[in-house]
């Protein structure tokens, strides 16, 4: 009686009972359990099959890369440079790999600079490419925000980006600047994503504030490249880029000429050199029939004068291995190479802008020009002169596009070439 009491009380005195919360394991409805569990399991062997089948195609793809091939020739006929040391070429540093980057329109007009710097001045100092590169990515960021995101985002250039950038930001020796961050090579593959990243991303949302772009874009170069120096020690003094540029190497742009050869402009005018990398779009480019254009690399090569040059080097004739590259017949016959066979090619891409190189120096050989290259390519590496490659003269006409030389190899036609120029800069080009 006495503990019905107290419960009572206690009912009472508690007021309304309090469920309380607990956890317990959630029971799935069997029928919904049955229909979920045989569509895990369907799915389970479709992403089996599906994996399946990737994994055999990846396989067949990797099988299929392993054992492509390319198409070459037979090389043994032919009367070429037995090595390098034949050519009596010019002051020049030894070839330097630009690896995983396109940086090769910097490393061939640095690699001319240098030869130009030893002819005129006698100075011997090998120049950083990187620090012409790490300017270059912020004057395309600059021209990225002033086109309103209408020009590609890429490593490519030409040669007169470099020249360019160096008159504009100066220049510094090799070991001040390696661009390198601790890497042994040179790896751009991670930096262009990410600078492609920002700056479409600042096109996407219509956010072209030159200032703010350009220094984001700095802070990506600094961690992949490192910050370049604005004073180092040269010489016994201390120095910018600049004032090591202006009196040191004392290299003045306007003595540089750039020279192609085309039919889509009129011969001895200024006009654009049509290429992706040419993304300034100037209208620097002297266009000289094919017959000029080549005879002025010989000469110039036989006065002792180096050239920068750029073109196609996709085709069979560009031989790493055999350190060569000629035109095989079977492309076209050496007597059918002339302006008009070189302009079809360029017509349907078949030759494009996609390298540059540093032409040292000529000779000839069993009746036919050979020029000793400079190249800073992976392919260039592949054969017994590491860096240096021999192109015949039918390569050159028919798959070298450009060439930028020193004033004095043109000497005759320069006072035609300052006529052109001033009709550009009429039309506000570069």
Same mark, same amino acid.
């Given at each position: 009686l006495a503990a019905v009491v107290l419960t009572a009380a206690g009912s009472a005195g508690a007021g309304p009972r309090k469920d309380r919360v607990r956890h317990e394991p959630y029971k799935r409805d069997p029928v919904l359990g049955r229909i979920i569990d045989e569509a895990d399991s369907l799915a389970a062997i479709a992403d089996s099959i599906t994996g399946e089948i990737r994994k055999r195609t990846e396989a067949e793809k990797k099988a299929k890369r392993d054992a492509r091939k390319v198409i070459r020739f037979d090389v043994s006929g032919i009367r070429r440079p037995g090595s390098p040391a034949e050519f009596d070429a010019p002051f020049h540093f030894p070839p330097v790999a630009q690896h995983l980057s396109g940086m090769c329109w910097c490393f061939s007009t640095t690699s001319f600079i240098e030869s130009e710097a030893k002819r005129l001045h006698g100075i011997e100092v090998k120049l950083s490419e990187l620090h012409t590169v790490y300017w270059e990515?912020?004057?395309?960021?600059?021209? &990225? =925000?002033?086109? $309103?995101?209408? !020009?590609?985002? =890429? +490593?490519?250039?030409?040669?007169?980006? =470099?020249?360019? %950038?160096?008159?504009? &930001?100066?220049?510094?020796?090799? !070991?001040?600047?390696?661009?390198?961050?601790?890497? =042994? +090579?040179?790896?751009?593959?991670?930096?262009?994503?990410?600078?492609r990243t920002f700056l479409e991303m600042c096109g996407d949302h219509g956010y072209w504030e030159e200032e703010p772009i350009v220094?984001?874009?700095?802070?990506?170069?600094?961690?992949?490249?490192?910050?370049?120096? #604005? $004073? @180092? #020690?040269?010489?016994? $003094?201390?120095?910018?880029?600049? #004032? @090591?540029?202006?009196? %040191? *190497?004392?290299? +003045?742009?306007?003595?540089?000429? !750039? *020279?192609?050869?085309?039919?889509?402009?009129?011969?001895?005018?200024?006009?654009? @050199?049509?290429?992706?990398?040419?993304?300034?779009?100037?209208?620097?480019?002297?266009?000289?029939?094919?017959?000029? @254009?080549? $005879? &002025?690399?010989? +000469?110039?090569?036989?006065?002792?004068?180096?050239?920068?040059?750029?073109?196609? %080097?996709?085709?069979?004739? &560009?031989?790493?291995?055999?350190?060569?590259?000629?035109v095989p017949t079977f492309d076209i016959p050496g007597d059918y190479i002339d302006q008009d066979a070189r302009e079809l090619r360029m017509f349907n891409r078949t030759t494009e802008d996609d390298h540059a190189l540093h032409l040292l120096a000529a000779r000839r050989i069993g009746g036919r020009d050979w020029f000793l290259i400079k190249d800073s390519s992976r392919a260039s590496r592949r054969g017994a002169h590491e860096g240096y490659l021999f192109f015949r003269d039918d390569y050159v006409r028919l798959k070298m596009l450009f060439c930028v030389v020193h004033r004095d190899v043109v000497a005759d036609i320069m006072h035609r070439i300052e006529e052109a120029r001033e009709e550009p800069e009429r039309r506000g080009s570069i």
């Open positions: 990515y912020v004057e395309k960021a600059r021209g &990225y =925000a002033a086109g $309103r995101g209408g !020009q590609p985002i =890429a +490593e490519g250039g030409e040669a007169d980006g =470099a020249l360019i %950038v160096m008159e504009r &930001y100066g220049a510094v020796p090799a !070991q001040v600047y390696t661009g390198l961050k601790g890497r =042994a +090579e040179h790896d751009h593959a991670a930096l262009i994503e990410e600078l220094e984001h874009v700095r802070v990506i170069l600094d961690r992949h490249l490192g910050r370049p120096p #604005e $004073r @180092f #020690e040269h010489g016994g $003094r201390t120095m910018t880029p600049r #004032e @090591f540029y202006d009196e %040191v *190497l004392r290299i +003045e742009r306007a003595d540089y000429v !750039q *020279l192609m050869s085309t039919l889509s402009v009129p011969f001895h005018t200024m006009d654009r @050199f049509d290429a992706p990398d040419n993304w300034r779009r100037t209208r620097t480019w002297y266009n000289l029939p094919l017959d000029d @254009f080549v $005879r &002025y690399l010989r +000469e110039g090569a036989g006065r002792g004068y180096t050239a920068c040059i750029g073109g196609d %080097v996709s085709e069979p004739g &560009y031989y790493g291995e055999e350190d060569i590259a000629v």
